[in-house]
């Protein structure tokens, strides 16, 4: 069974400022690991993912995140935020081996870009 | 824009009545995901389902709650006899095939609320 852990529940940063969001996770497998974001009373929209390959992955936006195996975190970065970044992130993972898509969610960050 | 479309977005019922929440998944996917998110949580995995058939029903509620994906038609979360611990936001999503790894796109979700 896999668990993900999202330590802050809410991180207040000021706009233009660097950000980390922090997910460990626990898993018996090998995983897949995804970053997703949700806006105010909308659903979930894919942020970026590891799969295999390079550990660090890009999103269009300027978020990165680095999947480092040994300490079993994926934490998401952006080094200058927007005030438009503001909204609920939430780093997922889901088991390689198994053939459904049964993605495991942290219970979320709650991001702030104050002005 | 042929998103995942949930509806009802907003669906208020009385303690015992029946809920009904529908997803039309994305052209050309024929898996669908249903997940719930309560209150100040992360998203929990529900049912995953094809065509007429139930994949993985491991995180549904043994009583009260079901889910179908007919040849024709939406797929249809039934909450029956609702009670106020039911209130809580439920996403489909959707995919092309059931890959592990691959991107599922969610839809803005249906928010549920017992009184």
């Known amino acids: 069974a896999q668990s993900v852990t999202q330590l802050d529940s809410q991180v207040p940063v000021f706009e233009e400022a660097p950000v980390e969001l922090r997910c460990n996770y626990s898993s018996s497998v090998s995983v897949y690991l995804f970053w997703y974001v949700q806006y105010p009373n909308q659903g979930l929209q894919l942020l970026l993912k590891?799969?295999?390959?390079?550990?660090l992955v890009e999103s269009i936006n300027g978020f990165e995140a680095e999947f480092n195996k040994s300490q079993t975190s994926f934490h998401l970065r952006k080094p200058s935020v927007h005030i438009s970044d503001t909204a609920e992130y939430f780093c997922a993972v889901s088991e390689t081996q198994t053939g459904a898509n049964n993605l495991f969610f942290g219970t979320g960050t709650r991001l702030t870009v104050i002005p | 824009n042929a998103g995942v479309m949930q509806n009802p977005r907003h669906l208020v019922r009385r303690r015992g009545q029946e809920a009904r929440l529908r997803c039309s998944p994305m052209k050309g996917h024929s898996h669908v995901y249903w997940y719930r998110q309560l209150p100040e949580e992360g998203l929990k995995f529900m049912v995953y389902?094809?065509?007429?058939?139930?994949?993985?029903e491991s995180g549904m509620p043994k009583e009260r709650f079901s889910a179908e994906f007919p040849k024709e038609g939406p797929s249809i979360l039934r909450i029956q006899q609702v009670v106020r611990g039911d209130s809580a936001a439920y996403f489909c999503?959707?995919?092309?095939?059931?890959?592990?790894?691959?991107?599922?796109?969610f839809g803005e979700g249906s928010w549920l609320t017992v009184v």
């Open positions: 590891y799969l295999s390959g390079s550990t």
């Open positions: 389902l094809q065509k007429e058939n139930i994949i993985d």
């Open positions: 999503a959707s995919s092309p095939n059931g890959y592990s790894g691959n991107t599922i796109y």
